[in-house]
């Protein structure tokens, strides 16, 4: 994976964060290419490093232009880049995110994002069935505390309508979304190393993924689905 993200890549995204207008955006195009380039040349490396032990179907890298028809900031522009890695096949599930952002808020993560309603029914019915200990056993494994802490994602204050305050899994059935992330300095994105770092990143997310794909792809006796 010889790819990696120049620093010129990191200072046109600095740029354009000061600059965020079109005028500036026009008059510094061949930045923009030069950087565009250099952006899907490391996406591709990290693709082909992620395809030696998952199957992906395809790898996403969204425009830098912002959709301002319901934003309130509308400048026209992201001022970083980010990509999707999209597992392939209905029996694999779990997304791969990557953002590029200079000041230390570059992310390599992935997970459930605002799962559709019979997706989080299932999950929640797996969740109580067995009292939240699988997935519990999976993130508290040391590597993937080390790399990424706890579960994020959007919770209920209380409790679903379907489960009571006091169930044993209650902090789990609690989640409407669940990922992981870990940020990197620009020194670590710069590093020629960076996408062996991001696909190492992207394996401890794997046991998880997994697990979800288990279950979501069976009912709640374990009878497949697809």
Same mark, same amino acid.
């Given at each position: 994976?010889?790819?990696?993200?120049?620093?010129?890549?990191? !200072?046109?995204?600095? @740029? #354009?964060?000061?600059?965020?207008?079109?005028?500036?955006?026009?008059?510094?195009?061949?930045?923009?290419?030069?950087?565009?380039?250099?952006?899907?040349?490391?996406?591709?490396?990290?693709?082909?490093?992620?395809?030696? &032990?998952?199957?992906?179907?395809?790898?996403?890298? +969204?425009? #830098?232009?912002?959709?301002?028809?319901?934003?309130?900031?509308? &400048?026209?522009?992201?001022?970083?880049?980010?990509?999707?890695?999209?597992? @392939? *096949?209905?029996?694999?599930?779990?997304?791969?995110?990557?953002? #590029?952002?200079?000041?230390?808020?570059?992310?390599?993560?992935?997970? +459930?994002?605002?799962?559709?309603?019979?997706?989080?029914?299932?999950?929640?019915?797996?969740?109580?069935?067995?009292?939240?200990?699988?997935?519990?056993?999976?993130?508290?494994?040391?590597?993937?505390?080390?790399?990424?802490?706890?579960?994020? *994602?959007?919770?209920?204050?209380?409790?679903?309508?379907?489960?009571?305050?006091?169930?044993?899994?209650?902090?789990?059935?609690?989640?409407?979304?669940?990922?992981?992330?870990?940020?990197?300095?620009?020194?670590?994105?710069?590093?020629?190393?960076?996408?062996?770092?991001?696909?190492? &990143?992207?394996?401890?997310?794997?046991?998880?993924?997994?697990?979800?794909?288990?279950?979501? &792809? !069976?009912?709640?006796? *374990?009878?497949?689905? #697809?």
């Amino acid at each position: 994976m010889p790819a990696s993200i120049d620093k010129s890549n990191l !200072t046109f995204l600095r @740029a #354009i964060a000061k600059n965020n207008n079109r005028e500036w955006f026009a008059e510094n195009k061949a930045k923009y290419t030069d950087a565009l380039e250099n952006t899907k040349a490391f996406v591709e490396a990290v693709k082909l490093g992620l395809e030696k &032990t998952d199957e992906i179907e395809k790898a996403k890298l +969204f425009r #830098i232009y912002k959709d301002v028809r319901f934003s309130k900031d509308k &400048t026209p522009y992201k001022s970083h880049w980010s990509c999707s890695f999209t597992r @392939a *096949g209905a029996r694999l599930r779990g997304g791969y995110y990557l953002q #590029i952002k200079p000041g230390g808020d570059s992310m390599v993560g992935g997970g +459930f994002y605002n799962p559709n309603p019979k997706d989080l029914k299932r999950i929640r019915e797996e969740f109580k069935q067995d009292e939240g200990k699988a997935i519990t056993k999976i993130v508290n494994r040391k590597k993937f505390q080390e790399t990424f802490g706890d579960m994020l *994602g959007d919770k209920v204050k209380t409790s679903p309508r379907e489960y009571t305050v006091d169930d044993p899994a209650i902090d789990w059935l609690r989640h409407k979304s669940f990922y992981v992330m870990k940020k990197y300095k620009d020194s670590d994105v710069t590093d020629p190393n960076f996408a062996k770092e991001v696909v190492a &990143t992207f394996k401890v997310i794997r046991p998880w993924f997994d697990y979800m794909s288990e279950v979501l &792809t !069976t009912d709640v006796n *374990g009878v497949s689905l #697809i």
